[in-house]
């Protein structure tokens, strides 16, 4: 089969020029983005309302339709999964991808029309396998192989308009082109079921008598099946198992406090990483190679973008700015106008730009997920780095992990309390905890600052949960599952008084 995996590397190679060309050309590109979805959406009846017709600038754009936010964008996606066509995109969309973003009670229903999934998911894988046949030529991705695919659930929503709802990872296996899935493993079916216990079992029992040279998924839910392949094969590291394995493909959270263990499972340095950004919304961004930090920003994916200075973001009338616009080093909130009908839509995550020309990105949190009741603004990416470098420090491993501020009786004085569940405890969980808070003052000089003689915050607190925690709390909510995610921080401390109730009272903080 060598000379099949020559050909589909051809193909891809040829696709890699108008990749190349995008990113070479980012203003034109996304110029010409804006202009077809202006155009393709002018009689849609959300372009009727505000006058998509007559609108030749982005700057009318800007001034016509104001972010949007979930709660506003979603009377018109009810009439959608209703049936009705022409609201947000031309025509009558079946498929709603149902966002897992956070694990609020509340889900988010995310239009997915074919024109969204052919020219935006659908591409935007295609154009990451481009990029990654590019920089790692002797490749056998297609080489007599098979990929793991772990994609979620999908169901029928309303049988009258033959309406449906799912992860989004679902939808694009139900529309994989044919030549695509035979090199899939297992089969759709088995990749599509909702029990994700069953998944886990039959892909293992699958997958372990199988060439596999990649998969991609959350690293958490991936650990879990790639442990119990292991196990069924009975050898010492999954490199006896799947000699020719090259590329994990992960995203959803940050990778860095999950790599040493993937490391541990494949010893050696023939293992490649890289980092995507497919979100339900759309897929934005893959990382052009192993040396890059930041993820390159697909700019002709049916996605026009834009990008409000995080601090600016709640002020009445934030200034946004355009990928001819952007600085590094600054954290946005990223807005996104899609050919899913999604219109200067507040996606909630922020990022910032490491590199411009090429315009890489890196995702930096959420909107909502970060910390700031004492004025130390921790982010979510500072939270991952520090966590990181402490596990690096200790020999530690990390499954998985939530933060929440400690309201103290001085009201303006109080702390951060970490819920951490290990893969590897470190050997003194003492040092891990006073490492975890020098390395997040050495990262966050306004974490810095409040720390300083315990001014205003007091040294963080730490609590070890029981293994299996996290995942016994996202089953409660009915959210366990491939991308089903833990909210990394919050202002609040719902979350994590929630996830304490599933710990036994032995278990103690530190």
Same mark, same amino acid.
């Not at 290990?422 to 891990?432: A, G, R, S």
């Given at each position: 089969?060598?000379?099949l995996n ?18 070479e050309? !980012? ?8 202009e077809q979805?202006?155009r393709?959406?002018s009689?849609?009846?959300f ?7 007559s ?18 964008i979603k !009377? ?12 947000l995109v ?8 149902r ?5 609020s009670?509340?889900s988010?229903?995310?239009?997915v029309?074919?024109n ?5 998911h659908l591409?935007?894988?295609h154009?990451a396998?481009?990029?990654w046949?590019?920089?790692?030529p ?17 169901g029928l ?5 033959s309406t449906y709802?799912g992860?989004v990872?679902?939808?694009m296996?139900?529309?994989? !082109? ?7 493993t297992?089969?759709i !079916? ?17 997958a372990?008598h199988q ?20 196990e ?8 006896e198992v ?13 990778f860095?406090?999950?790599?040493s ?7 050696g340095?023939?293992?490649q ?6 979100a ?5 961004a893959?990382q052009?190679?192993?040396k ?22 709640h ?12 600085q590094t ?9 899609t ?15 490491t ?27 500072n939270a991952e780095?520090?966590?990181?470098r402490?596990?690096q420090?200790t ?5 998985e ?12 004085k ?15 969980i ?5 490492l975890?808070?020098?390395?997040l003052?050495?990262l966050?000089?306004?974490?810095e600052?409040?720390r300083y003689?315990n ?26 599952g491939g ?13 994590l ?5 599933f ?5 103690s903080?530190?």
């Amino acid at each position: 089969m060598k000379w099949l995996n020559a050909v589909i590397k051809t193909g891809f190679n040829l696709n890699l020029r108008h990749v190349q060309k995008s990113i070479e050309h !980012p203003e034109t590109t996304q110029q010409k983005v804006f202009e077809q979805l202006i155009r393709q959406s002018s009689k849609t009846e959300f372009g009727r309302q505000h006058d998509f017709a007559s609108i030749a600038s982005i700057q009318q754009l800007q001034e016509r339709v104001p972010i949007q936010s979930y709660e506003e964008i979603k !009377p018109y996606i009810q009439q959608m999964m209703a049936g009705t066509p022409n609201i947000l995109v031309p025509g009558k969309v079946s498929y709603f991808s149902r966002s897992s973003g956070t694990t609020s009670h509340k889900s988010k229903y995310i239009p997915v029309p074919y024109n969204n999934l052919k020219h935006c998911h659908l591409k935007g894988a295609h154009d990451a396998v481009s990029i990654w046949f590019h920089n790692y030529p002797q490749s056998k991705l297609f080489d007599a192989s098979r990929a793991i695919i772990m994609g979620g659930e999908i169901g029928l929503f309303n049988s009258q308009a033959s309406t449906y709802v799912g992860d989004v990872s679902a939808i694009m296996l139900k529309h994989l !082109p044919f030549y695509a899935a035979y090199f899939l493993t297992p089969n759709i !079916p088995t990749a599509l079921l909702p029990d994700w216990e069953e998944k886990i079992e039959r892909i293992a029992q699958v997958a372990v008598h199988q060439n596999i040279t990649n998969l991609s998924g959350v690293p958490t839910w991936t650990l879990v099946l790639l442990r119990r392949i292991l196990e069924l094969s009975g050898k010492s590291h999954l490199t006896e198992v799947f000699p020719n394995f090259e590329l994990y493909a992960h995203g959803g959270v940050d990778f860095a406090p999950y790599r040493s263990q993937f490391e541990a499972l494949f010893p050696g340095n023939n293992v490649q990483y890289r980092n995507t950004y497919n979100a339900s919304e759309g897929f934005f961004a893959t990382q052009f190679s192993e040396k890059d930090n930041g993820m390159q920003v697909l700019l002709d994916n049916g996605v026009f973008y834009e990008f409000v200075p995080l601090q600016e973001l709640h002020q009445e009338c934030p200034k946004t700015y355009t990928i001819a616009e952007v600085q590094t080093g600054i954290n946005y909130a990223l807005l996104i106008s899609t050919n899913a009908g999604l219109w200067r839509y507040l996606i909630g995550d922020t990022v910032q730009f490491t590199s411009i020309y090429p315009h890489h990105i890196q995702i930096t949190g959420r909107t909502m997920q970060f910390i700031n009741v004492f004025g130390e603004e921790v982010m979510v990416w500072n939270a991952e780095k520090a966590l990181a470098r402490t596990c690096q420090q200790t020999q530690a491993q990390i499954a998985e992990y939530t933060v929440a501020p400690i309201f103290l009786s001085d009201d303006n004085k109080g702390g951060h309390e970490w819920l951490i569940e290990f893969e590897k405890l470190p050997n003194n969980i003492l040092q891990f905890k006073q490492l975890l808070d020098q390395n997040l003052q050495q990262l966050n000089s306004d974490y810095e600052a409040k720390r300083y003689k315990n001014i205003a915050l007091q040294e963080l607190e730490l609590k070890v949960a029981p293994k299996g925690t996290f995942h016994n709390w996202l089953r409660s909510k009915g959210k366990y599952g491939g991308q089903n995610k833990v909210p990394r921080l919050s202002n609040q401390r719902q979350y994590l008084e929630e996830i304490l109730t599933f710990i036994p009272s032995e278990f103690s903080s530190f």
